[in-house]
């Protein structure tokens, strides 16, 4: 599948995006449920950069973050990790957050770490090959600049979320918008993400895309009751009790707290069901739940960790920064943002 189109996407991801050097050295990773052609490709791309690509195949662990950790050869992992250059996460059930990752991450001060959990060729082509990086990267930074100077955020959407909270001053949006610089922690380009003063945060959210883990597409929408910042009510059908069922089997109270709200601003992304695409499906809001990693909360050293971190999303967001309302049901509403937009086809 997309076997010319992937080669193309590859490089783009090598050069452009982690922009590998001679002679640097990128680890890949991934696990016995991730694409083994993304993986390839990547790796030829590295090589045809004149760097040294070191492939790692891992047995796929039954959970995430660190609930991965049981199942992980971590010492080995870490010892390898703290020495590279470069790291690209294609694991379908992520290190992200893991023991291994916050160990490397804290190592290695150099390393460029980039998230692409869940890869496969198309979402691959769609989201990195066809994508105008730079323009990208203009209007997610216009986005970030517009959210930071509001003090008050209210998200709302068709299938209930109604949800209110404010920035923390300490807490700017972090911008994926595509390149990943030495020491940084990156994710798939089209994101912004950012953890408010987390005690504020009331209301409803819905998510209606899907919610990884542990379900992937919902069958029906997920409804959380938020009160000041913790989920204290679930409400559904099945792939509530599900996720509500998940929560539990933690006890773990820091698993019901909200981790950081992010928007979806990828042009190629779709609702696939793969949590990395799906939260940069274009017009959603997305929230994180459990572990928060200290990259969204600088003013706590550490961060506020959890048993593992799930991600869900609510699709064609209405979102209003103070009094002025910068998405209309998953569309940019000011003007300054409708022109870039444009220029990525939005």
């Known amino acids: 599948m997309y076997e010319f189109e992937l080669g193309e996407a590859a490089k783009k991801l090598v050069k452009n995006i982690l922009r590998v050097m001679p002679d640097e050295t990128v680890a890949i990773t991934a696990d016995t449920l991730s694409n083994e052609e993304v993986v390839n490709s990547t790796a030829r791309a590295v090589f045809e950069a004149g760097a040294k690509p070191i492939v790692i195949w891992v047995t796929t662990p039954e959970g995430v973050g660190k609930a991965a950790d049981p199942m992980l050869p971590q010492r080995p992992l870490i010892g390898l990790l703290r020495e590279v250059d470069v790291w690209v996460e294609f694991n379908y059930q992520w290190m992200l957050y893991s023991s291994v990752f916050d160990a490397a991450i804290r190592e290695n001060k150099r390393l460029r770490y980039l998230c692409l959990v869940g890869m496969n060729e198309s979402m691959m082509v769609r989201v990195i090959g066809k994508i105008d990086i730079k323009n990208l990267s203009k209007f997610l930074e216009k986005v ?17 979320t109604d949800v209110e909270f404010e920035n923390h001053p300490l807490r700017p949006p972090t911008v994926h918008s595509g390149f990943v610089s030495k020491g940084s922690c990156e994710m798939l380009p089209g994101q912004i993400s950012w953890t408010p003063k987390i005690d504020t945060i009331d209301g409803k959210i819905v998510f209606d895309g899907s919610i990884y883990p542990p379900i992937g597409l919902l069958r029906e929408p997920v409804k959380l009751e938020i009160k000041k910042g913790k989920i204290v009510g679930v409400d559904g059908g099945r792939d509530a009790q599900e996720f509500e069922a998940w929560l539990e089997s933690f006890k773990d109270p820091n698993m019901y707290q909200l981790a950081h709200v992010s928007y979806g601003f990828n042009p190629g992304a779709k ?15 997305e929230w994180g739940i459990g572990n928060i990693g200290p990259s969204l909360v600088p003013d706590i050293p550490g961060g506020i960790p959890a048993a593992s ?6 699709l064609r967001s209405s979102v209003w920064i103070d009094e002025s309302k910068i998405l209309e049901k998953g569309k940019v509403v000011p003007e300054e943002l409708k022109k870039l937009a444009a220029k990525l086809g939005k």
């Open 144 to 160: 970030a600049e517009i959210t930071a100077k509001g003090r008050k955020v209210r998200i709302k959407t068709e299938s209930g």
């Open 271 to 285: 609702l696939t069901g793969d949590i990395v695409e799906d939260e940069r499906v274009w017009g959603a809001t």
């Open 309 to 314: 971190h799930s991600d869900g999303i609510c």
